[in-house]
């Protein structure tokens, strides 16, 4: 193939971290924040008087560092600490209809938002309104529903367990199970996969198992981007001489090598620690034939080793005692052959017999994985295959072993854990009841992905965000977002304006609210609250900066003013309850038994850890931790077809979940755009492309459907990934993905494997003039 330049592309070969993290936290401060004010907020990031980085869920040691925080954390604490401001000025002078052509990074790019806003239909504008009639509006809206169904109450992940609680609470009492949540998109495989498996759905290990751990599996997740504080803890494991091994269908620098910022040698010598011994390279959809692989493996080698008189490589005494299933799961692998296995992973039988070998090898195995795992239509699956891999050597409820999820926002675990689910149970229904005495329907409520068919047959009229942007998060923006146009009211609490925010409902609110760098002052003084980081560490976060506006209130305050409004006969005394945070955890221990002596634990330095049951070998009400079968391989079934590729979305350096903060994705060579489609050399060849032509990408789920879904004018850039393999960024690719593609057993989204096709267009780069 002809080399070509192509205007912002070109090779990074330094390793993660490094100068160029030190050189992005300037950048990000020098763009964003007020002078003076950027000091302030980086120095209490993750600090025990201080507050959480709203980053990332990845744990910090002990709470205590003096410099725990990385790139993206400078990145996210800038972005909501900025000097910038969307004043009802602003507002004033731009129609939402001119805004909607703004880029995602112009609008958050704005500034934070400043005074309460109520959409104008005949001006098309947003215009400021007082705090009482914006929640008096809310709440005869709300009330004028025929049925408390017809309204959908969505939740980002970096709402405080205190909000989460007060708002589950507010919607419980109205009268629905109506939760789409951020999670819905993320790790629900996690949370209804694991449960089945291991009685809990959470992930099994703390920050210390890491240091006792003689072998780390990664599956499909890239901390160098997502996550990069983990690449601390990955150091220390390689420093160790505890083998990695990365299992992800795209060369990912942080999982290659890394120079730590905070280890001046590193930096002074410009040397980088290596990461994964071994890096996999599995074919995109190909997670579940390598994991059935390993596990066929592993039971050959244990009978061969039986027959020759050892004593096995499975743990045959945990199997025994702690779980059931495992004939059927031996028979499924019986069934698989290995040639089946080869083809759908994309790997040779070495390499799987290599990486089975050594997992059988280690004595304490720490499995990590994220949505490359999740995102697919059988994701749930795929987290119980993993489930299982461990299993069969007991590698869970051990000192340096057990599954570690790796979640992104920072208490998206913490909202699941306090109430923030459209699944009640019994006990949920029982101890509210007891509480403050009102019931609510034990019914099941709309994930994200029913959220919106409902708004799209007109099922629901209200939809209520507890920040988030979720119709850019979600798939299929030809369907969501004018869906979404229909509503007859969308209420958005949020710190800076987002694209979701453009999409005016009969009656839309734009609520701003304090961010988690900022002083929250309530009746009985300054306040905290807490999250709930991946490894179920329960710790509290107070901001110390001035609030961006005089009239931001807090999340719980403001949920407190929509439930009054809403619930003339409440019984929850709210204004108590937001007067001293204290009182709202006393609330949560009462209703969740787990927090017990919650205002005292979360006071000590790193906060407390949650019970998890699976992490004690307590298996839940089943007794046992359970071996499940998945049958097949597809891990997205869909037809066959040469002319086809698989692509994932991802996200670039540059960005946190659909927040942009710039064009850069650094460590994967791309610099001041986004327009790109990462391609394999050989598939390129195959299609007539060259480095940089333009070209469109159609999606195909089958052969009856043709492409209706399409993006284009996107440039092919070569990049290390198996063959039949792409990748595109999220949210531009989610138009690929219909919102009938999702794992039936999750609701999550298939964003990881769209069946695509690539055609040549003739125009020629924009950049390139």
């Known amino acids: 193939m002809t080399e070509r330049k192509v205007p912002g592309i070109d090779e990074y070969e330094g390793a993660a971290g490094g100068w160029g993290a030190l050189a992005a936290v300037a950048r990000a401060v020098k763009s964003q924040m007020a002078v003076g004010r950027e000091t302030s907020a980086l120095r209490r990031v993750n600090q025990p008087t201080g507050f959480d980085c709203p980053g990332c869920a990845w744990p910090d040691p002990k709470h205590t560092s003096s410099f725990e925080f990385c790139e993206n954390g400078a990145k996210a604490v800038s972005w ?146 997502n996550h990069p504080r983990m690449l601390t803890t990955l150091r220390d494991i390689s420093k160790r001489g505890v083998p990695i091994v990365a299992v992800n269908p795209l060369r990912e620098r942080g999982l290659e090598r890394f120079t730590s910022p905070q280890h001046p040698s590193e930096m002074l010598t410009n040397t980088a620690t290596p990461i994964a011994q071994t890096y996999y390279q599995v074919k995109i959809g190909g997670d579940l034939a390598l994991l059935k692989g390993m596990m066929k493996w592993l039971l050959q080698a244990d009978a061969d080793d039986l027959s020759a008189g050892g004593a096995g490589v499975l743990d045959h005494a945990f199997i025994a005692e702690h779980t059931e299933g495992l004939d059927a799961l031996r028979d499924d692998l019986a069934r698989t052959t290995w040639e089946e296995v080869v083809e759908h992973s994309g790997l040779s039988y070495e390499d799987i017999a290599a990486a089975a070998a050594l997992y059988a090898k280690a004595e304490r195995v720490i499995l990590c994985y994220g949505m490359g795992m999740t995102q697919h239509r059988r994701g749930t699956q795929n987290v119980q295959q993993m489930a299982n891999l461990l299993l069969l050597r007991g590698n869970i409820g051990k000192p340096g072993a057990g599954i570690a999820p790796i979640r992104g926002h920072s208490n998206v675990q913490g909202d699941r854990t306090v109430g923030i689910t459209e699944k009640p149970t019994q006990a949920l229904v029982d101890a509210i009841r007891q509480r403050y005495g009102f019931e609510f329907p034990l019914t099941h409520g709309h994930d994200a992905v029913e959220a919106v068919r409902a708004i799209r047959d007109g099922r629901s009229r209200a939809l209520v965000c507890m920040g988030g942007n979720l119709a850019v998060a979600m798939p299929d923006p030809e369907t969501t977002i004018p869906a979404m146009r229909t509503l007859d009211l969308a209420v958005h609490i949020a710190t800076k304006l987002n694209r979701s925010h453009l999409i005016p409902a009969k009656q839309a609110f734009l609520l701003p609210c304090l961010g988690r760098t900022e002083r929250d002052v309530q009746a009985s003084g300054l306040q905290s609250v807490t999250v709930e980081d991946s490894m179920s560490m329960v710790h509290a976060s107070q901001g110390g900066l001035t609030p961006a506006s005089e009239h931001l209130l807090s999340e719980p305050a403001i949920v407190a003013g929509i439930a009054k409004a809403t619930l003339p006969e409440t019984k929850v005394d709210w204004d108590g309850l937001v007067a001293d945070y204290d009182r709202i955890r006393d609330d949560i221990e009462a209703v969740f038994p787990m927090f017990g002596d919650f205002n005292r634990r979360v006071r000590e330095p790193g906060g407390f850890r949650l019970y998890v049951a699976a992490s004690e070998r307590d298996w839940g009400p089943a007794g046992k931790a359970r071996f499940l079968v998945a049958p097949g391989l597809d891990e997205d079934p869909r037809e066959d077809r040469d002319d086809l590729l698989t692509l994932t979305t991802l996200r670039s350096h540059d960005q946190y979940n659909t927040t942009i903060y710039g064009f850069d994705d650094r460590y994967r060579g791309v610099s001041g755009r986004r327009d790109v489609v990462f391609m394999n050399r050989h598939d390129m060849q195959a299609r007539g492309l060259q480095q940089g032509d333009r070209i469109d990408v159609e999606s195909c789920m089958s052969r009856e459907q043709a492409a209706t879904r399409t993006v284009s004018g996107f440039i092919a850039v070569e990049y290390d990934l198996p063959r039949g393999s792409a990748a595109m960024y999220y949210p531009e690719g989610n138009r690929l993905v219909p919102l009938d593609s999702h794992d039936p057993q999750s609701g999550t989204p298939a964003y990881k494997s769209v069946p695509v096709r690539v055609r040549k267009l003739s125009v020629p780069d924009p950049h390139a003039g």
């Open 80 to 225: 909501e600490a900025t000097g910038r401001r969307a004043t009802p000025g602003f507002f004033a002078g731009h129609t939402l209809s001119e805004l909607w052509e703004w880029s995602d990074h112009a609008l958050e790019d704005e500034g934070r938002l400043t005074h309460p806003l109520v959409y104008d239909a005949g001006a098309d504008r947003y215009v400021p309104i007082s705090w009482e009639d914006a929640f008096a509006r809310i709440g005869e809206a709300l009330r004028a529903l025929p049925h408390p169904d017809m309204a959908e109450f969505y939740t980002s992940g970096r709402t405080s367990n205190e909000a989460a609680f007060l708002y589950q609470l507010m919607v419980r009492e109205y009268g629905t199970n109506n939760f789409p949540d951020c999670s819905n998109m993320c790790h629900e495989a996690t949370s209804v996969g694991l449960p089945e498996s291991l009685g809990v759905g959470k992930g099994t290990v703390t920050l210390d198992d890491f240091a006792q751990c003689d072998a780390l599996f990664s599956f499909g997740h890239n901390p160098g981007t």
